[in-house]
């Protein structure tokens, strides 16, 4: 079955670190890229951030740039989003999403990952 | 940067009947518009890609239309499980950001 599969919920403190994943399986993972796409509580979709996996090329939306680290691991097929250091405003769910570039469109969505950032 | 806006914002309707909903960049741009259906407490689903192209397994109640700054969704003919919200999505090549308009609620009458 081709999927992506992300980690599960996070309950962290402001100013804690942290690292979620997306795990592909089914198709060949180096020969998509992959996105990043939050989801603030009750609110629309935001485009994070986007990597090649086969080289780790990657780009940031500028909203996000340095706010938010992106990468990958083509041996175990996953891509990463990490935080150095977490604020209230990140509790969002956060979708990663399969990109394919001939029709730029996300094609296939992990189910999400809630992190909830709280004191 | 691109800004895609969908209108309305929410739209009421009945099941059966044609709902219609818009997408307006903020300058032409190429065919390169994706439309998704997110219901409540699940990912986003890809409905129609290249403005018009219907996704792996979507009915054929969903149509997209358009080009330049103007893109509709069509379902001709609304089923129970189509009242979700709904986005639009834009990337000009790849290299480009990816934009997502604000969405469009449809809910039932």
């Known amino acids: 079955e081709v999927q992506l599969v992300q980690s599960g919920a996070e309950v962290k403190k402001p100013g804690e670190s942290l690292k979620i994943s997306c795990q592909g399986s089914g198709y060949t993972f180096t020969k998509y890229w992959i996105g990043w796409v939050r989801q603030m509580p009750g609110k629309g979709l935001e485009w994070m951030g986007i990597?090649?996996?086969?080289?780790?090329?990657?780009y940031y939306s500028p909203s996000f740039q340095g706010q938010v680290t992106i990468s990958a691991d083509k041996s175990t097929n996953t891509a990463y989003m990490q935080w150095s250091s977490l604020k209230a405003s990140d509790t969002a769910i956060y979708y990663c999403a399969r990109h394919v570039v001939v029709t730029a469109a996300f094609d296939l969505w992990g189910q999400g990952t809630l992190v909830t950032v709280s004191s | 940067e691109i800004v895609l806006t969908q209108s309305p914002a929410t739209l009421s309707l009945s099941p059966g009947e044609r709902a219609t909903l818009s997408c307006r960049a903020s300058?032409?741009?190429?065919?390169?518009l994706a439309w998704y259906q997110q219901k409540p407490g699940q990912a986003p689903r890809l409905l129609i890609y290249?403005?018009?192209s219907r996704a792996t397994g979507i009915p054929d109640r969903f149509s997209g239309s358009g080009s330049g700054t103007d893109f509709s969704l069509i379902i001709s003919s609304l089923e129970p499980e189509d009242f979700a919200v709904y986005y639009c999505?834009?990337?000009?090549?790849?290299?480009?950001?990816?934009?997502f308009g604000q969405g469009t609620r449809l809910e039932i009458k």
């Open positions: 990597i090649y996996p086969s080289d780790s090329d990657t």
């Open positions: 999505q834009h990337r000009n090549n790849w290299r480009d950001p990816i934009t």
């Open positions: 290249d403005g018009s």
């Open positions: 300058q032409s741009v190429s065919s390169y």
